[in-house]
């Protein structure tokens, strides 16, 4: 396969290990000598190739700390021309001299994790230095260091392709690496690969110094999503005895109970999470549900109500938190359910329920719409920062900021566009509409605090 060939293959970052080139069953055959590395050095090489043919892209995470991009990026195309050339000690001293000047740029770690583990292999192979097998050790573990930091990056970035790839590089050094076995397999979990999660954490929870408690829920969770319903109560009861104050535990034992039509366990369990995280919403629109599926219908709205209650509170304090805004939609649904079924069942009086029903549909509406602002900003977000900061994209930020009440942001951003242009008509108007909001507030400050609904 030529070079060419193995870039477009591995230019892709499918969610699959199988398809990505890094079989979940591979394990590298150490040999020193000239002996074949086996599958090792063929997929490796292959990598190598990818991280050569990026360099006609930008970096990624590079962020705000590097002083020149156009700088950086021509010392990283260097690096990258020097990996096409087989010259790899030059291209990781160009690359540790970038990651000084960006230590969180993703492009920057990975690569270097690779370039170290590719010099551990051709080290391992000189049996003229009767310290190779040291030496190659050595940079093996430079290479694990800096796979799991690209790991982590690529976290941040909701990478979860590159993410699940550096984990299993790590794997196919050390198959019994713990934070790499547990990387896996919440990525596994977390892309809906239930059976593999499973397994994964099965191997984990082999190793006895590891995160005993959060492997257990995840198992868990992962027995949930399997629909496995009595293995999701084994695994979460040993989550629950190895971390008794962890209101997460309880709430997916609920959920459990719930499924295997034990109602009694589930309530027990839904209020033994909500003692341990009184002011958690979640826990509370859980029980809401559970209640309604009794028969419990005062009490499940009651419910309802105070999970609406809290999730207000949240975003009073964090009012761009976009999850946070997901949730509440989700929660004026059970309110609404709740409400539904009261009238169907003439539990109450028609005229005030009628009243509370039409009052949530309103408060979902607004939180939805809340919600496109922030996944609007969340798109703008993901442009490069020398995008971020041209005029048309900072006067899209601020009119949604604007809409998403986070008028501090929507002032510091109106800021930004005068430096560019002293006499934007619209950033002015923008100004003066946050200022006369401020004057006319009793406490005198802009704010970011208009919840939704």
């Known amino acids: 396969m030529n070079v060419i060939a193995q870039i477009e293959l591995l230019k892709q970052t499918p969610r699959d290990s199988r398809a990505s080139g890094w079989p979940t069953g591979y394990r590298r055959r150490h040999v020193v000598g000239g002996a074949s590395v086996g599958a090792g050095m063929v997929m490796l090489m292959m990598a190598v190739a990818l991280m050569a043919g990026s360099a006609q892209a930008q970096p990624q995470g590079a962020g705000a700390d590097v002083p020149s991009r156009s700088d950086f990026q021509a010392q990283f195309d260097a690096a990258m021309e020097a990996v096409q050339r087989?010259?790899?000690?030059?291209?990781?001293?160009?690359?540790?001299?970038?990651?000084?000047?960006?230590?969180?740029?993703?492009?920057?770690?990975?690569?270097?994790?690779?370039?170290?583990?590719?010099?551990?292999?051709?080290?391992?192979?000189?049996?003229?230095?009767?310290?190779?097998?040291?030496?190659?050790?050595?940079?093996?573990?430079?290479?694990?260091?800096?796979?799991?930091?690209?790991?982590?990056l690529a976290r941040n970035e909701d990478n979860t392709g590159t993410v699940e790839q550096m984990y299993n590089r790590v794997l196919a050094i050390n198959p019994s690496h713990a934070e790499a076995?547990?990387?896996?397999?919440?990525?596994?979990?977390?892309?809906?690969?239930?059976?593999?999660?499973?397994?994964?954490?099965?191997?984990?929870?082999?190793?006895?110094?590891?995160?005993?408690?959060?492997?257990?829920?995840?198992?868990?969770?992962?027995?949930?999503?399997?629909?496995?319903?009595?293995?999701?109560?084994?695994?979460?009861?040993?989550?629950?005895?190895?971390?008794?104050?962890?209101?997460?535990?309880?709430?997916?034992?609920?959920?459990?109970?719930?499924?295997?039509?034990?109602?009694?366990?589930?309530?027990?369990?839904a209020e033994r999470a909500i003692s341990k995280a009184p002011e958690a919403p979640e826990h509370r629109n859980a029980l809401?549900?559970?209640?309604?599926?009794?028969?419990?219908?005062?009490?499940?709205?009651?419910?309802?109500?105070?999970?609406?209650?809290?999730?207000?509170?949240?975003?009073?304090r964090k009012p761009d938190d976009g999850e946070l805004l997901r949730q509440m939609s989700g929660y004026y649904e059970t309110q609404m359910r709740i409400l539904r079924t009261m009238l169907v069942e003439n539990e109450g009086n028609a005229v005030d329920l009628r009243l509370q029903l039409a009052q949530a549909i309103q408060d979902q509406s607004a939180a939805n719409q809340q919600l496109s602002f922030h996944l609007a900003l969340e798109e703008l977000d993901k442009l490069a920062a020398e995008d971020q900061g041209?005029?048309?994209?900072?006067?899209?930020?601020?009119?949604?900021?604007?809409?998403?009440?986070?008028?501090?942001?929507a002032a510091a951003t109106c800021q930004r566009i005068l430096k560019l242009d002293s006499d934007n008509a619209e950033a002015k108007k923008m100004l003066r509409a946050i200022e006369g909001r401020s004057s006319s507030s009793s406490s005198g400050s802009t704010g970011n605090a208009k919840p939704a609904g």
């Not at 969180?104 to 690569?111: E, H, I, P, W, Y």
């Open 390 to 409: 041209k005029l048309k994209v900072l006067l899209m930020r601020a009119a949604l900021e604007m809409s998403a009440y986070r008028f501090d942001d």
């Open 181 to 269: 076995l547990l990387g896996v397999a919440d990525i596994l979990s977390e892309t809906n690969r239930v059976f593999q999660a499973i397994e994964r954490y099965k191997e984990y929870l082999k190793n006895p110094a590891g995160q005993q408690d959060k492997a257990y829920l995840e198992l868990g969770k992962a027995y949930l999503a399997g629909k496995y319903w009595l293995q999701a109560v084994d695994a979460l009861k040993e989550a629950g005895k190895l971390d008794t104050t962890n209101a997460e535990v309880d709430i997916n034992l609920a959920q459990a109970y719930f499924n295997l039509q034990r109602p009694n366990e589930a309530r027990s369990a």
């Open 86 to 152: 087989g010259q790899y000690q030059d291209a990781r001293l160009t690359l540790e001299a970038l990651l000084q000047r960006s230590p969180n740029d993703l492009q920057v770690n990975r690569s270097l994790a690779i370039i170290y583990d590719r010099l551990s292999m051709d080290i391992r192979q000189n049996t003229d230095d009767p310290n190779a097998g040291d030496k190659a050790d050595a940079l093996q573990e430079q290479a694990v260091k800096f796979y799991l930091r690209a790991a982590k």
């Open 288 to 316: 809401a549900l559970l209640l309604l599926s009794h028969g419990d219908i005062g009490e499940a709205l009651e419910s309802a109500n105070k999970a609406i209650e809290l999730a207000k509170q949240k975003l009073m």
